[in-house]
């Protein structure tokens, strides 16, 4: 533990007898609460005081679970400073009674789409329970002796993002079982962006489980209420849910992650640019798995010009690569400036220059794209300009709905 926290932890606990608990753990935090009704600027708000995680500001939910038997919803991402949440609770006295962890597992070094197991965490020896195997939703079994769940795990602010889909599931059995859940809320690295078709129904799935657009422009706290609001979860129910907002953080302020959200996107420029070329993981198209810079190279076998070139081979998170040990022609994307909000420029450009367009596709692309209207469109020819102008009325529709969530300012 570094010593900062130990400093922190000390006042926390000789001030605990101050806080109200009872009050704390009953109060959602609800949007008008927490954003200006007039704003300063961007940097106005970004320079008076340093961004806070939900998770930093453990005075505010550490009442909440003292005394009870708590489940936590985290992945290597869940940190306080350099500190692992789990560990950081486990050091102020709280009862975790289990920890659930997502795609990727606990540590977050398994492969995309790997089958996660259940097993024991070296450190703590608390039982880890997969939520990226054969259930992706917490069994009542499983939270039928938790007093309350957290979930603190970081998003990249994209729909085929599984750990929003975790959440979903997470709400929904908190729901079903009347088990409260707490949601410490980190900052949204893609910012107010919001761009992309909407996911039609019939296209739901654990890559898109919402009707909202790729790019979707929430913290995992805002996608909580918006969830809830709007009665998406099953049998419309509702979670008891609370949000932790992220202290001084507004949808313009930039925010680079600590920790790696997943093995695949190890950086900034591949965090910016996953949403234009995850749509790749549905075609013959590499997005980089296997090489050093995953998600910000792109190539096929099939790509016609042989200026730019890599090999993918197996590598800690992407063991299996797609065209493991063969030639990928494409580009190279590693030039921050290539590194757009969201663009359909290299989904074009990679189709129309490949020599075996017939075979291009495949039925994951659907589940990304939310629509089977988007491969139809880019094997017509269309523009993207054209393909954007599709996009309408359900975009600007979702833009409306998405104001009504937000907890933090947004300056259009």
Same mark, same amino acid.
């Given at each position: 533990?570094?010593?900062?926290?130990?400093?922190?932890?000390?006042?926390?606990?000789?001030?605990?007898?101050?806080?109200?608990?009872?009050?704390?753990?009953?109060?959602?935090?609800?949007?008008?609460?927490?954003?200006?009704?007039?704003?300063?600027?961007?940097?106005?708000?970004?320079?008076?005081?340093?961004?806070?995680?939900?998770?930093?500001?453990?005075?505010?939910?550490?009442?909440? *679970?003292?005394?009870?038997?708590?489940?936590? &919803?985290?992945?290597?991402?869940?940190?306080?400073?350099?500190?692992?949440?789990?560990?950081?609770?486990?050091?102020? !006295?709280?009862?975790?009674?289990?920890?659930?962890?997502?795609?990727?597992? +606990?540590?977050?070094?398994?492969?995309?789409?790997?089958?996660?197991?259940?097993?024991?965490?070296?450190?703590? !020896?608390?039982?880890?329970?997969? *939520?990226?195997?054969?259930?992706?939703?917490?069994?009542?079994?499983?939270?039928?002796?938790?007093?309350?769940?957290?979930?603190?795990?970081? @998003? &990249?602010?994209?729909?085929?993002?599984?750990?929003?889909?975790?959440?979903?599931?997470?709400?929904?059995?908190?729901?079903?079982? =009347?088990?409260?859940?707490?949601?410490?809320?980190?900052? =949204?690295?893609?910012?107010?962006?919001?761009?992309?078709?909407? $996911?039609?129904?019939?296209?739901?799935?654990?890559?898109?489980?919402?009707?909202?657009?790729?790019?979707?422009?929430?913290?995992?706290?805002?996608?909580?209420?918006?969830?809830?609001?709007?009665?998406?979860?099953? !049998?419309?129910?509702?979670?008891? &849910?609370?949000?932790?907002?992220?202290?001084?953080?507004?949808?313009?302020?930039?925010?680079?992650?600590?920790?790696?959200?997943?093995?695949? $996107?190890?950086?900034?420029?591949?965090?910016?640019?996953?949403?234009?070329?995850?749509? +790749?993981?549905?075609?013959?198209?590499?997005?980089?798995?296997?090489?050093?810079?995953?998600?910000?190279?792109?190539? %096929?076998?099939?790509?016609?010009?042989?200026?730019?070139?890599?090999?993918?081979?197996?590598?800690?998170?992407?063991?299996?690569?797609?065209?493991?040990?063969?030639?990928?022609?494409?580009?190279?994307?590693?030039?921050?400036?290539?590194?757009?909000?969201?663009?359909?420029? #290299? *989904?074009?450009?990679? #189709?129309?220059?490949?020599?075996?367009?017939?075979?291009?596709?495949?039925?994951? +692309?659907?589940?990304?794209?939310?629509?089977?209207?988007?491969?139809?469109?880019?094997?017509?020819?269309?523009?993207?300009?054209?393909?954007?102008?599709?996009?309408?009325?359900?975009?600007?529709?979702?833009? %409306?709905?998405?104001?009504?969530?937000?907890? #933090?300012? @947004?300056?259009?």
């Amino acid at each position: 533990m570094t010593q900062p926290l130990v400093i922190l932890y000390s006042a926390l606990l000789l001030s605990m007898s101050s806080c109200a608990p009872k009050q704390a753990a009953t109060t959602p935090v609800q949007p008008e609460t927490t954003a200006p009704q007039t704003a300063a600027t961007p940097a106005e708000t970004s320079e008076a005081k340093p961004l806070m995680t939900g998770a930093s500001q453990i005075q505010k939910y550490l009442p909440m *679970l003292k005394g009870k038997r708590v489940g936590l &919803v985290v992945n290597q991402t869940s940190t306080i400073e350099n500190t692992h949440l789990v560990d950081s609770l486990v050091s102020l !006295g709280v009862k975790i009674h289990t920890i659930f962890a997502p795609e990727h597992g +606990f540590r977050g070094d398994a492969d995309a789409g790997a089958q996660i197991k259940d097993s024991k965490d070296i450190k703590t !020896g608390l039982p880890i329970i997969s *939520l990226y195997g054969k259930n992706k939703k917490p069994l009542p079994e499983q939270i039928q002796n938790l007093d309350i769940l957290v979930f603190d795990i970081q @998003d &990249v602010g994209t729909r085929f993002y599984t750990y929003i889909s975790t959440m979903h599931y997470v709400m929904e059995a908190c729901a079903e079982n =009347n088990k409260p859940l707490l949601i410490l809320d980190r900052p =949204n690295p893609n910012g107010h962006y919001v761009d992309g078709p909407v $996911l039609e129904p019939e296209y739901k799935s654990f890559v898109g489980m919402h009707p909202i657009p790729i790019v979707h422009g929430l913290t995992v706290g805002e996608l909580a209420n918006m969830i809830n609001g709007e009665k998406w979860l099953e !049998g419309q129910h509702k979670c008891d &849910v609370t949000v932790i907002p992220v202290a001084n953080y507004t949808h313009q302020t930039a925010y680079d992650l600590p920790v790696k959200p997943s093995p695949n $996107l190890p950086n900034a420029q591949a965090i910016a640019l996953y949403p234009s070329i995850c749509f +790749f993981e549905g075609t013959t198209v590499s997005v980089g798995r296997g090489t050093p810079t995953p998600f910000q190279v792109i190539g %096929s076998p099939y790509y016609k010009y042989k200026d730019f070139s890599f090999v993918p081979v197996s590598t800690p998170g992407a063991t299996d690569p797609p065209f493991k040990g063969q030639r990928c022609y494409g580009k190279d994307l590693t030039d921050p400036s290539t590194a757009q909000p969201f663009t359909l420029a #290299y *989904l074009l450009d990679m #189709y129309q220059n490949s020599t075996n367009q017939d075979k291009f596709f495949n039925s994951f +692309f659907e589940k990304l794209a939310g629509t089977a209207t988007l491969r139809e469109q880019v094997k017509a020819g269309k523009t993207e300009t054209e393909i954007r102008a599709s996009w309408e009325p359900a975009l600007s529709k979702y833009k %409306s709905l998405r104001k009504q969530y937000l907890l #933090y300012p @947004d300056f259009e």
